[in-house]
């Protein structure tokens, strides 16, 4: 049965809504002149500009060592989750609980943790330590985000896992431990790099998280783009959300593409 064209509208429309402004920022960001709304040529001029602004190149180390610092904590302790519940932890109570992080407003998330490491602090206070607000309270705070993502990702993967190879491994005798090692593991490494990959992606461009738990260090890159915001969008912030964009598309499609590799081992 052939279908009505007219059911193709709100699918195109939908993508050109989602992906016009997109390709007019990319295609701004090599504009010759000063003006964020008037394309007068092209140009890479404001790329290098880029490089050379130092507050950018500093907001951009931050943001890396966070991200990845992060990526290291939520991917561990997210595939550890995954596993907990899906093998040893039958609970809806604690699977709503893992999705918690994901689904609640940054904004709540935020204001959540800042009065967590406030209470933190006060109760340090008693022995004249200081839990200071800096690039470590924002990695927490990322990787507390970014491991209920790893943890589906993962949980997913471990729906297609064999457990017959578990099985045998415990029967031959190996512990807990060691089946994890040689058995669970190697068939969950797809999931775990495309939830890693995700949880970096989530990272690089989190903005109110890391608005409310910097205090006054060095802002992470999101924060110095909003800084320049309010004073005007120019080519040089096209530039920066131009590179941002690849990187962050980049990181999905390896993560789509790990995903896809695991399911087709699993199905051979």
């Keep these: 049965m052939r279908r009505p064209k007219l059911l193709y509208v709100p699918f195109w429309a939908t993508y050109v809504f989602l992906y016009v402004p997109i390709i007019v920022l990319v295609v701004m960001s090599f504009n010759s002149g000063k003006?964020?709304?008037?394309?007068?040529?092209?140009?890479?001029?404001?790329?290098?500009?880029?490089a050379a602004d130092e507050k950018i190149r500093d907001g951009l180390v931050n943001t890396l060592i966070v991200a990845l610092g992060s990526t290291a904590i939520a991917t561990v302790l997210g595939t550890l989750l995954a596993v907990g519940l899906?093998?040893?932890?039958?609970?809806?109570?604690?699977?709503?609980?893992?999705?918690?992080?994901?689904?609640?407003?940054?904004?709540?998330?935020?204001?959540?943790l800042l009065l967590l490491y406030a209470l933190i602090n006060q109760f340090l206070a008693q022995?004249?330590?200081?839990?200071?607000?800096?690039?470590?309270?924002?990695?927490?705070?990322?990787?507390l985000f970014s491991m209920a993502f790893?943890?589906?990702?993962?949980?997913t993967r471990l729906t297609n896992a064999d457990m017959s190879l578990e099985e045998a491994s415990r029967d031959l005798g190996a512990g807990p431990v060691v089946t994890f090692m040689k058995?669970?593991?190697?068939?969950?490494?797809?999931?775990?790099?495309?939830?890693?990959?995700?949880a970096f992606t989530l990272s690089l461009d989190e903005f109110v998280i890391a608005f409310f738990t910097i205090g006054n260090a060095e802002p992470t890159l999101p924060i110095v783009i909003y800084s320049m915001v309010r004073f005007g969008v120019t080519p040089k912030i096209n530039a920066l959300a131009a590179i941002l964009l690849l990187v962050s598309f980049t990181a999905v499609i390896a993560?789509?593409?790990m995903t896809k590799i695991g399911e087709s081992r699993a199905q051979n």
């Design 35 to 50: 003006s964020a709304y008037t394309y007068e040529g092209f140009s890479l001029k404001w790329y290098g500009e880029l």
């Design 150 to 155: 790893v943890a589906a990702v993962v949980r």
């Design 86 to 112: 899906a093998r040893y932890t039958k609970s809806k109570i604690l699977d709503a609980l893992s999705l918690m992080p994901a689904v609640l407003p940054d904004l709540v998330l935020a204001i959540g």
């Design 255 to 257: 993560g789509q593409r």
């Design 183 to 198: 058995i669970t593991l190697p068939q969950l490494v797809p999931g775990i790099v495309a939830g890693a990959l995700l």
């Design 127 to 143: 022995w004249d330590a200081q839990f200071a607000l800096g690039l470590p309270t924002v990695t927490i705070a990322h990787a």
